[in-house]
């Protein structure tokens, strides 16, 4: 049973931050260095400085995080909200030349050990990035980014409807970032709403879409305090604050979430170009004429379609300077199940574990969604060559994920990823 409690957030106050739009930013995992010192720019209030504390600009990265945060709260640029609630949020932002609304609740879920089949995970994680989000979280006892989850909602839609009439009334705060998603933000702290929502999600399980490290870092962070202490049973670090979207939401996007080959020896690299050329077939793949590098790794991206039944295809850009190849798996390997019929399965399993030993396969393959940063990386030689993939399909997504198993690490990619800064969940004794 899936518990959804409002709480007590930390929000900017713009009488004293000012222009609340300048300080939001993406989650820690696609924050590059590059982006990190413009947001740094941005605005002296922007939560990448909690947020990112992994990259942070001092010796002790976590205790920064954590000072700044009491400053801006002693200084009142953070403020507590004085009654729990939760908060209907809008995301408007353009797709494939399309503007697209994406509607939910941010609201904070009972932390559940995956065994228990109430949230369920579809992909691996990293140790280290999950254990640089619990360095953060017991420095500053507060989660600065929601996690992206779905859910079922009934055949009457009870959630969405109640979603979308909360969303026709004026919002309590608008977030129009330069380069991330228009945000509306309503704050609902009324029992009875609240209680409808709680009633229409009590049998629904929750799927992760995005934050699998944070939420693993969250189990992580709560075990370690059980073993120092008795946790009470509705202390806030049983909870975890997440940005709840239905499956049918039509704003719901998934793209495909690329592979770049960074570190790999010159015999790896080899190895790597024979295990495709013995198991693909290769068709050259030209751009429109006058694209940038990274214009035209998006119109590949879109050029590559969407899967249909068990084929395999992907992309590879640089296996020849500058050069773009569809690659079709000639036979894929009989699968047994719909994960191991992924094609990020097969990628993995067929192609990249012949060639890179597994002890190597993090520091050679690296997963990346941004098209800029590819074409950055490639270009100035950090790079040697790009796999560029298909989105997860949405009902593989779902037989995968309710059958308790895991894609490779960074196999789906939901988009837009909800913002951190926009609600903060800071920890105590309840929500």
């Given amino acids: 049973m899936a518990e959804i409690q409002p709480f007590r957030a930390v929000r900017y106050n713009p009488e004293v931050a000012g222009d609340v739009s300048l300080h939001v930013c993406p989650p820690f995992d696609v924050i590059t260095p590059q982006l990190q010192h413009e947001l740094y720019a941005r605005s002296k209030y922007n939560i990448v400085r909690l947020e990112l504390a992994r990259r942070g600009l001092t010796e002790d990265p976590y205790d920064s995080a954590a000072e700044t945060a009491q400053l801006w709260t002693d200084t009142g640029a953070l403020k507590h909200e004085e009654a729990p609630s939760i908060y209907v949020t809008e995301e408007e932002f353009e797709y494939q030349g399309q503007t697209l609304l994406r509607r939910g609740f941010v609201a904070a879920v009972r932390l559940e050990d995956y065994d228990q089949k109430v949230i369920l995970p579809h992909e691996g994680t990293r140790s280290e990035w999950v254990a640089d989000r619990v360095k953060l979280m017991a420095a500053a006892q507060s989660n600065y980014s929601p996690l992206l989850s779905i859910f079922r909602d009934d055949l009457r839609s009870s959630v969405g409807n109640l979603v979308r009439a909360i969303a026709g009334g004026e919002p309590t705060a608008v977030f129009t970032p330069p380069d991330m998603p228009q945000l509306r933000l309503w704050r609902v702290s009324d029992p009875g709403t609240i209680g409808v929502l709680q009633e229409a999600l009590k049998d629904s399980e929750v799927f992760i879409a995005d934050g699998h490290h944070r939420y693993e870092a969250a189990l992580r962070y709560r075990g370690s305090v ?28 998934t793209r495909g ?78 699968a047994e199940n719909a994960l191991e019929n992924s094609e990020y399965s097969q990628l993995h399993t067929h192609i990249i574990r012949p060639a890179v030993a597994e002890e190597r396969e993090e520091a050679v393959i690296s997963p990346h969604h941004s098209a800029a940063l590819i074409a950055r990386q490639i270009e100035n030689g950090d790079a040697r060559m790009a ?24 196999a789906t990619n939901f988009y837009p990823k909800p913002p951190a800064g926009a609600v903060i969940q800071q920890f105590g004794e309840t929500l």
């Fill in 387 to 410: 796999f560029i993939m298909r989105p997860v399909p949405l009902d593989e997504f779902v037989s995968i994920v309710t059958r308790g198993w895991r894609l490779p690490a960074k």
């Fill in 226 to 253: 059980r073993a120092e202490r008795e946790v009470e049973h509705d202390e806030s670090i049983n909870f975890r604050i997440m940005l709840m979207v239905a499956f049918d939401e039509p704003g719901l996007i």
């Fill in 257 to 334: 979430y690329h592979r770049l080959v960074e570190s790999a020896t010159d015999d790896e690299f080899a190895a790597l170009i024979d295990s495709i050329e013995k198991t693909c077939d290769l068709e050259d793949w030209s751009p429109s004429v006058g694209l940038s590098t990274t214009d035209q790794i998006e119109e590949f991206s879109v050029a590559l379609g969407e899967r249909e039944d068990s084929e395999v295809v992907f992309g590879l850009f640089a296996k020849e300077p500058g050069k773009f190849h569809i690659a079709r798996m000639k036979s894929p390997p009989p």
